[in-house]
């Protein structure tokens, strides 16, 4: 039993981490060098893309239009957004202006011979062999390939989380110290007297068959 | 305009459990805090009793116009703020 709850413990941990490693914002200094839409198949990735209700046109053949910001990282290596509106629910960034983030974009591409850096927003995960992007939330010009802006959204939402989490353990605790455990406590009394009170019944009994007994046998 | 709708009713009904939840939780704690204010007055009928509990009864009256009681309506207004506040910052930044 305990293994299993170790386990079932790892699993909730490993999920919360990936919940909150996709869904919080986070930065990367990048180089763009392209902008453009492409007709892109979207199947069984689904999840990692807009929901359909956001503005996103979708064809009869299930492809959407979907606007992308190829990127070159400081180490040479290339990196691709996707740029979506977000829409009104999940994730909770309410982005609609991807129109204006692609011309900025594009308005910011550099070449390897004269590149121009930007730090780059974004939530999500690139996960090349299931053609998952992360979608780009806003574009910050920086001085060169080593500036990389400190995350000040990422660490509030953190802290506002760790503050509600600490508030729902206390109201747990009052609401077990104030209501929980006097019940538990009345409950355990009521036995106690129920008991008391069969105890005493069966002591009288007791006594009045052994008075019947003792008159039986004539003492 | 469903979905923003949709975001409304949701934000709406998040809201109000959080409210009664620390409404309720606020309300426990002055209880707490006047029965050990009746324990501090009264030691030798320290303890669970009618007195008490009238005690406590009477003093809660006027609670839900104390200014703590009020800052929960807080809650119904902050997430709205940082709403507007994460449009503001994505779309007009």
């Given at each position: 039993m305990r293994w299993f709850l170790t386990v079932l413990g790892v699993i909730f941990g490993i999920a919360v981490f990936s919940f909150l490693d996709y869904t919080l914002p986070s930065k990367q200094t990048v180089r763009i060098t392209n902008t453009y839409n492409r007709l892109t198949d979207i199947g069984?990735?689904?999840?990692?893309?807009?929901?359909?209700?956001?503005?996103t046109v979708q064809n009869a053949q299930g492809q959407r239009d979907v606007r992308f910001i190829d990127t070159v990282r400081p180490n040479g290596k290339p990196y691709v957004y996707r740029n979506e509106d977000t829409g009104w629910?999940?994730?909770?960034?309410?982005?609609?202006d991807s129109s204006n983030l692609h011309a900025q974009a594009t308005d910011l591409r550099s070449t390897a011979a004269n590149p121009e850096w930007v730090s780059v927003t974004s939530y999500g995960w690139r996960i090349a062999w299931l053609s998952v992007y992360p979608n780009a939330i806003s574009i910050k010009p920086v001085a060169g390939p080593e500036v990389k802006p400190f995350n000040w959204a990422a660490q509030i939402i953190l802290l506002i989380l760790g503050a509600l989490l600490f508030l729902l353990w206390r109201m747990w605790n009052q609401f077990r110290e104030r209501t929980i455990d006097p019940a538990v406590r009345s409950a355990d009394a009521a036995w106690d007297r129920l008991d008391a009170r069969a105890d005493a019944a069966r002591d009288r009994a007791r006594g009045r068959m052994r008075r019947w007994w003792d008159g039986l046998r004539g003492r | 305009m469903i979905a923003f709708l949709r975001l409304i009713g949701m934000v709406l009904i998040v809201e109000l459990i959080f409210y009664a939840l620390i409404w309720i939780y606020i309300r426990s704690l002055r209880r707490e805090e006047l029965e050990k204010e009746w324990d501090r007055r009264h030691p030798e009928r320290a303890g669970p009793s009618p007195e008490r509990a009238e005690f406590v009864r009477r003093s809660m009256v006027?609670?839900?116009?104390t200014l703590r009681a009020r800052l929960v309506g807080l809650v119904l207004v902050l997430p709205v703020v940082a709403i507007v506040v994460i449009i503001v910052i994505v779309n007009y930044n």
């Open positions: 069984a990735n689904a999840f990692f893309y807009a929901s359909p209700d956001t503005g629910i999940w994730p909770p960034y309410f982005k609609y | 006027g609670f839900s116009k």
